[in-house]
């Protein structure tokens, strides 16, 4: 199912809205390399009980992400953005509605069935970067394989990998402390993507980063989304960095408001290419 | 994820918090210190309560002549001749729980060698050839006389080790002839260093004779003074002094309403008592040191729950990234079992130093048993797990969500 498609059959949509919107082509939809839908949300209702207030979190979302997509999720505050995302992250169960994740319906499994789906299937990136302290960045990274259950040297040999493709090689024994903001969310990066995981979801991870450091880890973003075909979903509430993205939906009032393509993304990698270079970003951390 | 990681990364979270970690241990230290130390006090106090038994003699009893009553006159236990050797050997004959047995004849006097006088304070006494065997007290030199010795009366000793001292000084006294009360015996052995009984008189001060030797040629009696009798087993004392008692009563032809003409004493009776009360000792010095160890417990659940609350943002993202329930409850765990088996094992050398030490300082005599030692690294496991449970499972019943997002 194309995303046009999914948009159409959306019955939340706001109508209007999306006809207003520039994007109604959808590049990669007809690519013929994209496999079956990755995800799907159908009909997703999340209600919290909060006393005697039910809170209705979201109300009935569908969706569908495809394989080697990258999209941004916007939306304000209380708009639903962060259930959805804590849904898609196996984190939370919806109330009500089905999830299918890579084929199978994650919407009813157990607690220890979704940690295996986490670990597994699902790569985390927070606003905060979340490394575990006085811990070496190489074995922060470990972390999610040691829950895997991979044997050592594997294990440091995946790590090195994942260090690498974020450039962090020569950062690997370095404690969370001694790394800057931007290094710390790519040690996060590579911890997200060392079990090869079907998806990575990413919380605000330019929050805490200066505009510099966001375009950097945005071109992370971009590079592992261009050249390994990795699904990225992030939620931001900056319509800059949603730029980068290639796919923006935006939550309102528990529902999705808007659904669209974005027809030319930003280039992290032109736009650090034309900031003027500074001696060294990494000069912080020692 | 295997035990022996999870140890690891258990190992290396306590150390991140070093000085909390050794104080939470410390309390398990104490406390497993303390059972150790007050258990070897209390063993070493049961151990020498066993020891003066063995000292005693081997499930040693004593039977001695009643009290002479002459004209209303008592002369006291031992006055009377009423115990004859045919009495002891009735009783080795006749009595299963008795394995041997040894008459007993006690006289005093001055003891003679060369230009040296000697007074014996342990007596001159005349057993037979059974002597060392009754109260397990093996010869150091020479021999023991032997059963011939005993029929014929020979004039042989075998003297203790303080006579050897004072009479013979220095030279080997074995084949030598000394004169107890005039009359010349030869030295045939010297008898091992016993020590002091337990009222504090010096066993080796004392010259053994054939007693027959100590009737005929010193005393001019036919009866005897004591039987001394070793029954077949520590229990057996017991049945063999009701056995004896009424073997005597028929030979000594006592009628039912005639009370005893002689004294049956049990020392099995009094060691096994000092043993008892020397074991309660040990059960409560035991008990109030395990109560510090309850409480060295008790610290570890609360480092715990302080633990896990402080982690809840490392609980929060060891959980996002799959880890299962079950494994943060085993990180948690093994951290506490880890505090609670290292403050055992450091406990086990404190105890172990405080015993060394109070016996040294005190002269307490204590004995650390290995199962003391054994039974507080299982209990101090035991505690890590039991108050270490609860912080654990309260860990891995957080919910992720709520856990990345603890401040």
Redesign the interface.
């Given at each position: 199912m194309t995303v046009r498609e999914v948009v159409s059959n959306n019955e939340e949509k706001g109508r209007d809205l999306l006809e207003a919107q520039v994007v109604t082509e959808t590049e990669h939809a007809n690519d013929p390399l994209l496999g079956p839908a990755l995800i799907t949300l159908e009909h997703i209702h999340k209600t919290y009980q909060m006393g005697d207030v039910e809170i209705h979190a979201l109300r009935g979302v569908s969706l569908h992400i495809d394989r080697g997509e990258f999209i941004a999720i916007m939306g304000a505050s209380g708009s639903g953005k962060s259930t959805t995302m804590?849904i898609l992250?196996c984190?939370?169960k919806p109330t009500r509605g089905h999830y299918v994740l890579d084929g199978q319906d994650v919407s009813t499994l157990s607690?220890?069935e979704l940690?295996?789906i986490?670990?597994?299937k699902i790569g985390?990136v927070?606003q905060g970067f979340?490394?575990?302290s006085?811990t070496s960045a190489l074995e922060n990274v470990e972390?999610?394989m040691?829950?895997?259950?991979l044997k050592s040297s594997e294990r440091t040999e995946r790590a090195r990998e994942a260090l690498e493709i974020v450039g962090l090689a020569d950062r690997m024994h370095n404690m969370p402390n001694q790394l800057s903001g931007g290094q710390q969310q790519r040690v996060a990066i590579a911890?997200s993507l060392v079990?090869h995981p079907s998806i990575i979801l990413a919380d605000e991870p330019t929050g805490n980063l200066d505009s510099r450091t966001s375009v950097e880890v945005m071109g992370v973003f971009q590079q592992l989304n261009r050249d390994r075909g990795i699904t990225i979903a992030l939620v931001t509430h900056e319509p800059d960095i949603a730029q980068y993205a290639r796919r923006t939906i935006v939550f309102k009032d528990g529902r999705i408001k808007n659904d669209y393509l974005i027809k030319e993304p930003r280039s992290a990698r032109e736009e650090l290419e034309s900031l003027p270079p500074i001696e060294d970003d990494e000069e912080d951390d020692e | 994820?295997?035990l022996f990681?999870t140890i690891r990364i258990a190992i290396r979270a306590l150390t991140?918090n070093k000085l909390r970690s050794i104080l939470t241990m410390l309390g398990i230290m104490i406390g497993v210190g303390a059972v150790i130390a007050n258990i070897a006090i209390g063993q070493g106090a049961s151990s020498q309560a066993q020891a003066s038994i063995a000292n005693m003699g081997n499930n040693m009893l004593f039977v001695q002549s009643g009290s002479m009553n002459t004209a209303g006159m008592r002369g006291g236990a031992g006055s009377s001749n009423t115990l004859t050797p045919d009495d002891a050997a009735a009783i080795e004959t006749e009595c299963p729980a008795v394995r041997a047995v040894s008459p007993a004849v006690f006289a005093n006097g001055q003891l003679v060698f060369g230009n040296q006088n000697w007074v014996a304070s342990g007596r001159i006494q005349g057993t037979n050839e059974k002597f060392p065997d009754i109260r397990s007290w093996p010869i150091a030199a020479g021999e023991f006389f032997t059963e011939g010795d005993v029929r014929t009366a020979a004039r042989v000793c075998v003297i203790g080790k303080t006579v050897a001292d004072n009479l013979f000084a220095g030279n080997d006294p074995v084949g030598l002839t000394m004169r107890i009360r005039n009359l010349p015996f030869r030295v045939i052995g010297v008898l091992s260093t016993k020590g002091q009984n337990q009222y504090g008189q010096d066993q080796d001060d004392t010259v053994i004779v054939p007693y027959t030797a100590a009737q005929k040629k010193m005393l001019s009696i036919t009866f005897i003074n004591q039987i001394m009798v070793s029954a077949v087993s520590p229990s057996a004392t017991y049945t063999a002094e009701s056995q004896i008692t009424d073997l005597l009563r028929q030979r000594h032809k006592l009628g039912a309403n005639q009370d005893n003409d002689f004294f049956v004493r049990n020392l099995t009776d009094i060691a096994e008592l000092a043993d008892a009360n020397a074991k309660i000792f040990t059960n409560l010095l035991a008990s109030i040191a395990g109560v510090s160890l309850l409480v060295g417990g008790i610290g570890i659940m609360n480092i715990m729950l302080v633990s896990v609350t402080e982690r809840t943002?490392?609980i929060?993202?060891?959980?996002?990234?799959?880890?299962?329930?079950?494994?943060i409850r085993r990180q948690f765990l093994i951290e506490s079992v880890t505090l609670s088996l290292a403050g055992g094992v450091f406990g086990i050398a404190l105890g172990v130093a405080a015993s060394i030490v109070i016996s040294n300082t005190l002269s307490w005599p204590t004995l650390i048993s290995p199962v003391s030692i054994f039974a507080s690294v299982i209990f101090s496991a035991f505690v890590g797990i039991a108050f270490g449970y609860y912080p654990a499972r309260k860990a891995a019943g957080l919910d992720?969500?709520e856990a990345?997002r603890y401040e």
């Open positions: 804590n992250g984190l939370d607690r220890d940690a295996d986490r670990n597994r985390f927070f979340n490394l575990l006085r972390l999610p040691l829950y895997l259950g911890r079990n | 994820m295997n990681l991140r943002r490392e929060g993202i060891r959980m996002a990234i799959g880890a299962r329930s079950k494994a992720p969500i990345l």
